[in-house]
């Protein structure tokens, strides 16, 4: 249906996760259920290979064969289908901390002790909650880092997706600056390199990835385009790089623009 309308990304979500979430729950259910038809159909031909004609004790308080297998499927489709819901809806705001001690030959000892705070993929566009995101950034600054880097994938397709997160994201600052780099979502290749049927946008790719660039601008961020940046502390100096993503061709033809072939 994404063909046909432009839904974002979480509504396309949506419509594309919960069918295949109960797609896998019927398929587990429609296994226990051949596996409960095969059961009878073998049984019947024993019986009638062995003249074993024999009538269960309708007296005996057993649970049936066939109402045991059935409930079991039931049970077990049941938990992919509660499990897979649960994460798609709250575990999208389940920010954790984790703290990484990184040893690095050679750094400057200025530089010894300093904070950096990494957060990556927000997908504005799968984001519903703003309540749950202002909690994670404040959760991010609780830790007072020294340096922030966003490492890519701020919008899933569109730069209006973040038009609603400016001022929570805004408050992301650091005593030695907020950088970040492109991610592969941000430039548009998964919506503007398919073909809708009813396009209202009336955008370019190349005018939304301009966007996009535009919102590190506004939030503070320094975007880093295939840049570096030196970082100076009491006269002494790291260099922070930033790439733009590569995929694709996009290696190949680096390559070979700079050095004249193509290596395998």
Known sequence: ??????WNNFIA??????PISLLLAKTILLFSIGVDIFSVFFRNIGRRLTNNNTIPNANKKTIGRSDFIIKSGLLLSSIPLVALTRGFISNLYDYQIKQVNLILPDLPKSFEGKIIAQISDIHAGSLYNLNAVKKGISLLLSQKP??????GDLVNDFADEMDD???????????LGVFSILGNHDYG???????????ERKLTKQQNLSNVKDIHLKLGWQL??????EIVVNNEKITLVGVENWGGEQPIQLWRSRSGHVQG
Not at 146 to 151: E, G, R
């Open 13 to 18: 979500a949506c419509f594309m996760f919960f």
């Open 224 to 229: 880093l385009l295939n840049e570096s940046k």
């Open 189 to 199: 290749d998964y919506h503007f390199n398919r073909f809708h049927f009813n396009n």
């Open 165 to 175: 997160y400016l001022s929570i994201f805004g408050k992301l600052t650091a005593p």
């Open 1 to 6: 249906m994404n063909l046909f309308f432009e």
């Open 146 to 151: 020294d340096i922030i880097f966003f490492t």
